[in-house]
């Protein structure tokens, strides 16, 4: 027996249907703020906010993001499980908006997006690794998909929420939305809930070289 044929040759390719999942995860990441965004200044009028009340809620989503940040990312490398974390990211974006039709109070509302801004970090640490660790010859391609469900994300939503203004209240709005983010984070627990990218993966990676290796020795003194 040859040498080559011994020793196993690298896994196939991966399948895409995970980038897809996470491009669309992303996507809805930036759908919910965009959204946001139009709606702002008819939340602030029905709740009679000023100018500069309404600027201080983006102020608050952004402030609450830079705050958490590094915990985020510290606790991302920590747990190992991936694709739960994005499933939990992405409810948690969308959940604090659904929770935005309820409310009468300005800082009911300031709660809610620091939730968002709390949650939208949980998603990048979590998702531009494990598409690198997952797809390690094609990082380039995969993080450019990433990258795209953003920008669709981003360009979607502004034209989906104004066709539904047209009809609907933003209250009615923001319960619908909640709706893409709950089934996609569904998905993305079914096909990636274990998922797993990080310190203990690569432990077991580890622990698994170390049981092969008494085996390749044996067929590389079987060879000679």
Request: charged share 10%.
């Amino acid at each position: 027996m040859s040498i080559a044929a011994a020793v196993p040759g690298p896994a196939g390719g991966k399948s895409f249907r995970e980038v897809w999942l996470i491009t669309v995860g992303h996507g809805l990441t930036h759908w919910y703020p965009a959204t946001f965004y139009l709606l702002l200044p008819l939340i602030g009028k029905e709740l009679g906010l000023s100018y500069s009340e309404i600027g201080f809620v983006m102020t608050c989503q952004y402030i609450a993001g830079a705050v958490s940040n590094i915990p985020g990312g510290m606790l991302v490398d920590t747990v190992g499980k991936k694709g739960l974390l994005m499933a939990v990211a992405l409810f948690w974006i969308g959940f604090p908006y659904f929770l935005m039709s309820f409310t009468h109070s300005y800082w009911l509302l300031l709660a809610c997006v620091t939730l968002v801004g709390i949650g939208n970090n949980l998603w990048h640490p979590t998702a531009i690794p494990t598409l690198a660790h997952r797809f390690p010859e094609r990082k380039g391609l995969v993080l450019s998909f990433h990258g795209m469900g953003g920008n669709v994300g981003d360009a979607m939503a502004p034209l989906a929420v104004g066709a539904l203004l047209a009809v609907l209240t933003w209250r009615e709005i923001v319960v619908l939305n909640v709706v893409p983010g709950v089934i996609m984070a569904c998905l993305i627990l079914y096909y990636l809930g274990t998922l797993r990218v990080g310190a203990k993966q690569a432990e077991r990676e580890g622990r698994g070289r170390e049981a092969r290796g008494p085996e390749r020795l044996r067929v590389f003194q079987g060879a000679a």
